[in-house]
């Protein structure tokens, strides 16, 4: 998931459940001990943020890589592990209480920092691990990355289950201000919602032509039916907020259901084809959950196909097969950086070609293959060697 997504879903979190009754107590009669209550309180929301977006602190990693790995040899390692967590979790509630008592700022407990930045973290790992790219959560311990394939790395949906009910406590937290804070919101998220529609047309990507009309009058409803009587300035911040969390459960039902119905299709391919499996998944495509890639790895190559649901007809598979070995090939996969990449690849692909003299041999990943616009697929490791098999150049493939 991208760290924004984690950053937001991490305030939403801490407004739901830590921040009491800060929004209240702002606008009931000033006493000392609900002031209090409130600023810490806000310090409890920033420290759920900050939870959820500290495990991507792992991306300053790769400003020490030389030779382009650290996207799948450290990124989602120790920082995402739950066997880590509790020491993310103390030494963040440290610093905030030294930062807190150095500024004279009201501030949780120690012990409910801890609680409060472990429940971020473990919010960022889980979210990480509903993606395809893997989530080493067992690091040091083992390196093996679990995924379960439920959404996409970048999943607008998901973004605007977590924001939206954020927003919408900001929209209806005064009765004065809420139509005119309701209308820049709603014209906002509408730009945006078209802005999305023509990334996916730009981008190839398959996107049913309604789905922005009907995000457009699901937002209206969300902005302006509560304006009605001034009904949404009586629901509390923590009310949107917790709302907002079991509308994020129901969205992630709703792809585990989609997920389930995709790899059945992919399933039953692979057992009409009478396949030898050696993996088999489906892989969430943007920019909705009825996107779906289905592969399927065999001895010789993989099986692959694009998705849309719900399926009225099985899909129509290609095949990609392993270029045959030769002594180029087995040069090429002795670099350290190769081996990498195939430890982390769970559909790799080995091509093989020649250009103007040079061996190029191509290793791609195509858990990443659903892009359809023009140039290389992502997750592509370029060797190239001489007429003696000699390395002239490896990396990631740009062109």
């Given at each position: ?33 609900a ?16 939870g ?25 390692g ?7 967590l ?10 905030t ?8 700022m ?28 893997g ?78 009309p ?12 509560p304006?009605?009587?001034?009904w ?25 259901f ?11 391919y692979?057992?009409?084809q ?37 399926a ?33 690849a ?54």
């Amino acid at each position: 998931m991208d760290t924004i997504t984690h950053g937001i879903a991490g305030a939403l979190v801490g407004k739901a459940f830590f921040a009491g009754r800060g929004n209240e107590a702002m606008n009931s009669p000033a006493s000392e001990d609900a002031g209090y209550r409130a600023r810490a309180g806000r310090v409890a929301i920033w420290a759920a943020t900050l939870g959820g977006i500290f495990p991507d602190s792992d991306a300053v990693l790769g400003l020490f890589d030389a030779n382009g790995m650290a996207v799948i040899s450290s990124h989602r390692g120790v920082t995402h592990s739950f066997l880590c967590l509790p020491l993310w979790a103390v030494l963040l509630a440290g610093l905030t209480r030294w930062f807190c008592r150095r500024r004279e700022m009201a501030c949780p407990s120690l012990a409910a920092l801890c609680g409060i930045y472990g429940v971020g973290i473990a919010l960022h790992i889980f979210l990480d691990l509903i993606t395809s790219f893997g989530t080493m959560i067992w690091a040091p311990l083992a390196a093996t990355r679990a995924a379960w394939d439920l959404v996409f790395i970048i999943d607008f949906a998901l973004t605007a289950t977590v924001l939206l009910p954020q927003v919408a406590a900001w929209v209806h937290r005064e009765r004065v201000t809420q139509p005119l804070r309701a209308l820049f919101a709603w014209g906002f998220f509408v730009l945006a919602a078209f802005g999305v529609r023509w990334l996916a047309l730009r981008l190839e990507l398959q996107l049913t032509l309604w789905m922005a009309p009907v995000a457009a009058v699901l937002l209206g409803a969300l902005c302006f039916l509560p304006v009605l009587r001034g009904w949404g300035c009586r629901v509390s911040r923590r009310a949107w907020c917790r709302a907002g969390v079991l509308a994020l459960a129901a969205y992630l039902s709703a792809c585990s259901f989609a997920h389930r119905a995709a790899l059945g299709a992919v399933e039953e391919y692979a057992a009409r084809q009478h396949l030898r499996v050696e993996a088999i998944a489906a892989i969430p495509l943007p920019p909705s959950l009825l996107n779906w890639s289905g592969l399927v790895r065999t001895a010789d190559g993989v099986h692959f196909a694009i998705l849309h649901l719900p399926a009225a007809r099985p899909p129509k598979f290609g095949f990609s097969g392993d270029a045959a070995d030769n002594p180029f090939i087995s040069e090429a996969r002795k670099l350290p950086e190769v081996q990498t990449f195939l430890g982390f690849a769970r559909f790799p692909v080995v091509r093989y070609s020649e250009r103007g003299g040079v061996s190029v041999v191509e290793f791609s990943d195509l858990r990443f293959y659903g892009r359809r616009v023009r140039g290389p697929q992502p997750f592509t490791y370029r060797v190239m060697l001489d007429a003696q098999g000699r390395v002239i150049s490896f990396g990631w493939a740009d062109d």
